[in-house]
């Protein structure tokens, strides 16, 4: 039975000394987003952090960095800790094909809908939102899991899409949304002001862990991310109804329910963003919050982003790179070995692949970039060789600097899909891109006479692991 919900982990984390309570009051601004980023510079083994004692929040909890480290997102998902990303990335990829047949299964009388808040008693600032940056905005719910349906069939759990949009607290009950447009959500709300219809919207704070990493996996529309968040979590997913009949996670802490208003676009941000700068301020969607439900005694929950290390690097890109890797092997199934989408959510895309014949690499390159791993990511790609490991950034640069021949192996697009919080667009969602060659050419390509060093040292390896395990006790 795997870890169902945000309580689940808190749980686990504790076990693990990995919990560090807050006890002493805090203000949530600027205290909690300090924490957090100070918890941060230990990407390995930083700590969750419960902040139990909020001015102005009294009696409520707030929790960040639950998935922050790598210590703690092997805990959520049962893998050993002590192994290499690119180990860690191995034993998803194998456990990938068994996600897509996740179970989730409708109850009654669900956790997040024990107590509910209506009508004029809906108050967004009774909640412990904050600006995690001094030039953020506004106050920020930077975690949530939001839920969109497709108006055509929304009963179809396939076509659901749940995302991970910023919101900005606006007022009492109106929200800004940044949704991408080339996000799933972003279809969906299409679809609905086509029609001329607000769309509803369920959003979701303190989402079950694999929910929370699902949202932030850019899956194929027909591919459930309620389905792979089972199969992550490796139990039964188990959802609610909201009033307006959306598919949540029943043990959600708490459920924000509402409308984006059709056609309605005004500014939000701006807001401290994962290139270490600001967003700007843009016309975004308009949220209104009808209804919000929630668990008893429930958990707020937030995260940090800014510059550095944040929790999306291992909440979500260890699983970015898998399924990554299954949108390039598509459409080149025996060449792809692997590929690391670690960097800046894929904004850089290292592939280890096989060089099938001269210049093969740069077909690979290009194929990533046409797929759905490069739409407006994979601004900066590298090929190398299958026996590199991608993950392993001296291996990378190494080959980079003696594979690469500056006028045949980088390819420049200069005017291509951007990332629109890339501060180098101009326009924002429009961008060039860098395909670096750095795979051993082979025939018809050639290289000067050079010979590829190799020696097999799994035998040894596994003595030396043995021997220093006996030395170390
Ligand atoms: C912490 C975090 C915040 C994010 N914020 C946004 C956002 O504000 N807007 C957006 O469009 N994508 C944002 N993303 C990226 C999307 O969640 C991600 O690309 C996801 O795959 C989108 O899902 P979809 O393609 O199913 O819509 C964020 C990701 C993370 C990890």
Same mark, same amino acid.
């Given at each position: ?5 945000l309580?689940?982990?808190?749980q ?14 805090i203000?949530?601004e600027?205290?909690?987003?300090q ?29 960040m ?60 600032y009774?909640f ?40 900005q ?16 959500g ?7 002001e ?6 509803p ?18 899956l ?7 389905k ?6 490796? /139990? ?23 409308e ?17 700068t ?12 009808t209804?919000?439900?929630?668990r ?11 510059d550095?290390h944040?929790?999306g ?9 898998? /399924? ?14 692997a ?6 959510h ?17 077909a690979?390159?290009?194929?990533a ?29 190494t ?19 951007g ?5 180098s ?27 590829q060093?190799?020696?097999d ?5 596994a ?11």
């Amino acid at each position: 039975m795997g870890i169902v919900d945000l309580r689940g982990l808190i749980q686990a984390l504790e076990a693990k000394n990995q919990v560090v309570h807050v006890c002493d009051e805090i203000d949530v601004e600027p205290d909690a987003a300090q924490f957090a980023k100070a918890a941060l510079a230990d990407p390995e083994a930083g700590p969750a952090l419960v902040f139990e004692n909020m001015r102005g929040f009294k009696g409520q909890r707030m929790v960040m960095n639950t998935l922050a480290s790598w210590k703690n997102w092997a805990t959520a998902f049962d893998v050993d800790e002590n192994t290499t990303v690119y180990e860690k990335y191995k034993i998803m990829e194998k456990r990938w094909p068994k996600c897509s047949r996740g179970r989730v299964k409708f109850i009654d009388n669900a956790p997040c809908q024990e107590e509910v808040i209506e009508g004029d008693d809906v108050n967004l600032y009774d909640f412990p939102v904050f600006r995690s940056n001094v030039g953020d905005g506004g106050f920020y719910i930077a975690k949530p899991a939001i839920v969109t349906v497709d108006r055509d069939d929304p009963e179809n759990l396939d076509l659901t899409n749940i995302g991970m949009y910023r919101v900005q607290v606006q007022e009492r009950n109106m929200c800004g949304l940044q949704v991408m447009f080339d996000h799933d959500g972003a279809s969906h709300l299409r679809k609905y002001e086509a029609a001329g219809e607000n769309m509803p919207i369920a959003i979701c704070v303190g989402a079950p862990p694999a929910v929370s990493s699902l949202a932030c996996i850019p899956l194929n529309p027909d591919q459930s991310e309620f389905k792979y968040a089972a199969g992550l979590q490796g /139990s039964m997913l188990k959802l609610a109804k909201t009033s307006a009949g959306l598919p949540v996670p029943a043990y959600s802490e708490y459920v924000l329910e509402g409308e984006v208003l059709c056609g309605v676009r005004e500014p939000e941000g701006p807001f401290g963003e994962f290139p270490g700068t600001y967003s700007g301020v843009r016309n975004q969607c308009r949220v209104k919050i009808t209804r919000i439900t929630h668990r008893k005694d429930p958990i707020w929950e937030e995260l940090y982003l800014g510059d550095g290390h944040a929790e999306g690097n291992c909440m979500s890109n260890l699983i970015t790179c898998i /399924s990554n890797t299954e949108a390039i092997r598509e459409r080149m199934p025996n060449e792809i070995v692997a590929v690391n989408a670690m960097v800046a959510h894929g904004m850089v895309l290292i592939i280890a692949a096989k060089n099938r014949f001269g210049n093969f690499a740069k077909a690979v390159a290009y194929n990533a970039a046409s797929s759905s791993a490069g739409l407006g990511h994979g601004k900066i790609i590298i090929v190398v060789d299958p026996w590199v490991d991608p993950f392993d950034y001296e291996q990378v640069f190494t080959k980079m600097a003696f594979r690469v021949r500056p006028d045949k192996d980088i390819i420049i697009a200069p005017y291509d899909i951007g990332m629109g919080l890339d501060p180098s667009n101009d326009p924002v969602g429009v961008s060039g891109r860098v395909m670096i060659d750095a795979t051993t050419p082979v025939h018809p390509d050639h290289m000067r006479d050079v010979q590829q060093i190799e020696i097999d040292t799994t035998e040894k390896a596994a003595l030396l692991k043995e021997l220093l395990a006996g030395l170390r006790g």
